[in-house]
């Protein structure tokens, strides 16, 4: 029992790290050539970032940003309930706040990404760009994790 609570614990933390880096680094898109990419904050070229982003403008993208932003929160609120329920929770409950809060998480990854999948996944959208960056990937693993996470802290007892 004790290592199932030290793997998920491990995974969780490797979540919240993969979701600060998914929505602080640029690299949502990718151009053909490699010397430009896009996130959801900067655009960068060739090393140089700049905030003029061509969809700042659009209010999807602040959701997108809006939703990825409240992930994070919520995945480390999670992560500091379950250690709080580790330590103050009788034994026989199960871990249902940390269960929820981290579904919620899920939610929020989920909305985020998809916005972004459906309003700048297009070719026309970012005829510059090739193909979707290393950023946007983890935002995917981050979706999947997290809801394993949530599914296992609902049905994870204290023992």
Not at 31 to 55: E, F, I, M, P
Not at 88 to 105: D, P, Q, W, Y
Request: with cysteine.
């Amino acid at each position: 029992m004790l290592v199932l609570l030290a793997g998920i614990f491990v995974v969780h933390i490797a979540t919240v790290i993969m979701l600060f880096v998914s929505t602080i680094a640029n690299v949502w898109v990718v151009s053909k050539n490699g010397t430009v990419s896009a996130g959801l904050w900067n655009r960068c070229t060739d090393g140089t970032c700049n905030q003029a982003l061509s969809y700042a403008g659009e209010d999807a993208l602040k959701s997108v940003q809006a939703f990825m932003i409240l992930a994070i929160i919520f995945s480390v609120i999670s992560l500091i309930v379950f250690i709080l329920q580790l330590f103050t929770m009788e034994k026989g409950n199960r871990f249902f706040l940390s269960g929820a809060i981290m579904l919620v998480c899920w939610l929020c990854i989920l909305i985020g990404v998809s916005i972004y999948t459906d309003k700048y996944a297009s070719q026309s959208t970012f005829p510059d760009f090739d193909h979707h960056g290393y950023s946007f990937i983890l935002a995917w693993i981050c979706f999947c994790f997290s809801f394993i996470i949530g599914v296992l802290y609902l049905v994870l007892r204290k023992k």
